[in-house]
């Protein structure tokens, strides 16, 4: 199909009308995405006028999906974002009492979508909890397929963890409680490797100057460990004329290459409030990057205004997404701030090569935010600020993409 995102090579192919399917989400999704919509469509007409156009494909998923065809993440679903390969999505539900654990970790596992990328810098004017907000800059890679997430549970008392403690007692030695859930952490050299590898390139394509491996290594030796420890292979490996070793550096200068570096996960939650400008580049597992990811949200303002997006960077595959919750207590009262789903549109744009429709919604996001037209979560928060609807922020943003 011509208008269908392709990956030739290592290159996505990106026509000049393509297909993008999304999810409006549950909760607040239709308000969020009835703003952000409308701000990327202004967007790609100023950048590109009528030369390029998204065809917005709607899928469902989570409670619509579920009152509509019984299915919290229909197959259809699956299917168009693995034809379309770049989709985008609102917030979704975790159904209770069975079912998914998380529609979100489902689509990340389903399709393979192994980094959780998530960019944390400050914008001027946002209200935060620490003094020097703006020195904080990171990217944080997140391994979205292993460790605990992976989802190898079983429950106190099940017929399988009665069989499982057993085996390793029997077999290991390990003396574990009888009133005991377990759980597997699988971290391979694959998955580590292809995150890191990930990583590392996306620091040398945006002149980063570090890439920082954060593991609990001195307690997990054989998962957290090899994970810094394949780290630094497949740098050595693959990179060895681009990157160095922080060990290797010995008080010199990098030469203008990445250095490779890692900080036990303790430590480095202190350093982001201490020194965070020494961190650039952040590769790291499941469970550390969900932790990670919204501590560093916090300094800058909140998960209100953190984006994201799920890529396998091999397929092309990829996925953009509000980082927040559903908050069903606000739905349809047009009122809860868009900039997390807005700025994940920014990164499509960026993913997808559109960077003059990138720049623009970041020019529009900087400018409305200087003029303090905001939604409440700010508003109760900065001096001076008009409070302004979901759709009223939406319309500010596009204003002052105008602005020259």
Known sequence: MENTIRMKGTQLSVPSTPVIPFIQGDGI????????????????????????????????????AFSETGEWLPEETLTAFREYLVG???????????????????????????????????YPGIPSPVKRPESVDMVVFRENTEDVYAGFETPMGDARTVKLLEFLKNELGWNIREDSGLGIKPISRYGSQRLIRAAIRY?????????????????????EGAFREWGY???????????????????GDAG?????????????LQQILTRPAEYEVIATMNLNGDYISDALAAQVGGIGI???ANINFDSGNAIFEATHGTAPKYAGLNKVNPSSLILSGKMMFDYLGWDEAAELIEKGIIGTLEDRQVTYDFARLMEGAEEVSTSEYG?????????K
């Open 29 to 64: 999704g239709p308000d969020i995405w009835s703003a952000a919509v409308r701000v990327f469509d202004a967007a790609v007409e100023q950048a590109y006028g009528s030369s390029r156009r998204v065809v917005w494909k709607e899928v469902l998923a989570g409670e619509r």
């Open 88 to 122: 985008i999505k609102g917030p979704l539900t975790t159904p209770v009492g069975g079912g998914f654990r998380s529609l979100n970790v489902t689509l990340r596992q389903v399709l393979d979508l192994y980094v959780c990328l998530r960019p944390v810098r400050h």
């Open 203 to 223: 620091a040398l394509k945006m002149k980063r100057k570090s890439v920082t491996m954060v593991h609990k290594g001195n307690i997990m030796k054989y998962t």
């Open 233 to 251: 292979e497949l740098a050595g490996a693959e990179f060895p004329s681009e990157t160095i070793a922080y060990s290797s550096l010995a008080g």
């Open 256 to 268: 203008g290459r990445v250095v490779i570096k890692d900080v036990i996960a303790d430590a480095f």
């Open 306 to 308: 953190a984006p994201g």
């Open 395 to 403: 319309d500010a943003i596009i204003r002052h993409m105008d602005n």
